[in-house]
């Protein structure tokens, strides 16, 4: 028996997770095959690997079809923070779909909403779309990437408690038909996140893969304003997410906005589109639409980029209630705001192959 036939057996082992048989994933070390024995030592991508059981069971059934009456030892390790970093890189190089997060067989689509400022409402436009996806249907899972600033939760009405754990995972916790993942959970009172790039990177990293997610529809990314550490990692984990950029109607914010835009170009990302926040105020005395931060700049942002205005959002009292009560406007699909939002989701679901760039 040489090495290579210990290879070839365990090439029959799949990793769940990641789709892909061991030994492609150089899972496998310390091969041992003599007179006595067969065994190797797998090493993990967590030391708190919920399928650990699993792998080594199917491992040990691989091996004894080939043992001969040879003793079958399998063991079992964690990979370093390097390796992990590293087959995380290789998976990037080579396109692994983002499906592969939640398990063999998913078609989960992946929707980052960015930004190139703050102040432009995204976090309120990315919770009322997940409530209107769910709303419609869908399976959805919300991520609320802006670490240092976590809104999300508050924006659901969520109390601020670590999740319990399940079987080795994180069980998100779930409001309006949206299962909700963010910092805000395992942060203490006002405590601020003091961290450099590498730790924001695991912290999603591990939101992605840690975390008992099930198979949603649609996975949408709450990410932070600009086009930083955050947005680097998600073009790195999931090369086949698609960006929807939000702005505001005055020119300044689309200009900043397009940075984000040019993000996704540069990180071969499909753009879905482009959302107007804040696009006019409705007048409740005579209905007339004011367009209190001008017009024509969200328009101008998806002609450059050579995608679709999805949808104009109005400025209204009640969505900024809403959002600071836990109750989002797209709860009331017969509201201006919450109409909106609602048409945006048909459109999303109406389009699953998002416009690429140039």
């Known amino acids: 028996m040489t090495t290579d036939d210990v290879k070839r057996a365990l090439a029959t082992v799949i990793d769940p ?23 190797v030592t797998i090493v993990l991508t967590t030391a708190g690997c919920p399928l650990r059981d699993r792998l080594r069971a199917e491992a040990e059934a691989a ?11 399998v063991k079992l390790e964690a990979m370093s923070e390097d390796e ?21 067989g998913s078609k989960t689509r992946t929707i980052a909403v960015a930004s190139g400022k703050g102040g432009v409402g995204k976090s309120t436009v990315t919770a009322n779309l997940a409530v209107a996806l769910a709303r419609q249907g869908q399976a959805v899972a919300l991520i609320d990437a802006d670490v240092y600033g976590p809104t999300i939760p508050l924006m659901f009405g969520l109390p601020l408690l670590r999740p319990q ?7 998100p916790p779930e409001q309006y038909g949206v299962k909700i993942m963010s910092m805000g959970f395992f942060l203490e009172g006002d405590d601020p996140v003091i961290w450099r790039g590498p730790m924001l990177g695991k912290a999603i990293e591990q939101f992605l893969g840690d975390v008992a997610w099930g198979s949603p529809d649609i996975l949408l990314l709450d ?26 109607p005055q ?7 397009i940075k984000a835009a040019r993000m996704a170009q540069m990180t071969k990302h499909r753009i879905v589109g482009v959302i ?11 209905g007339a639409r004011h367009y209190v931060f001008g017009r024509g700049g969200a328009h101008e942002l998806a002609r ?38 609602h048409d945006i989701a048909r459109a999303l679901v109406g389009q699953p192959d998002a416009t690429p760039h140039a």
């Open 17 to 39: 997770e990641l789709g892909r048989d061991i030994v492609d994933l150089g899972m496998v070390r310390d091969i041992v095959a003599d007179d006595q024995r067969v065994g």
């Open 63 to 73: 091996l004894g079809g080939i043992a001969g009456g040879r003793r079958v030892e």
């Open 84 to 104: 992990r970093d590293a087959l995380a890189q290789r998976l990037a190089r080579e396109g692994r779909p983002s499906a592969t997060l939640f398990g063999p």
């Open 165 to 171: 754990g399940h079987d080795g995972k994180i069980v």
């Open 223 to 248: 990410l932070p304003p600009g086009t930083g550490d955050v947005a680097l990692t998600v073009a790195q984990l999931i090369p086949d997410a698609e960006m929807l950029i939000v702005t505001t």
């Open 251 to 257: 020119e300044a914010s689309a200009r900043i906005a």
């Open 276 to 286: 107007e926040n804040m696009a006019y105020f409705v007048c409740p005395d005579c």
């Open 304 to 341: 450059k980029m050579g995608t679709s205005l999805l949808g104009r959002v109005p400025l209204d009292e009640a969505t900024r209630q809403g959002g600071d009560i836990g109750r989002p406007a797209a709860l009331d699909p017969e509201s201006p705001v919450g109409a909106a939002f």
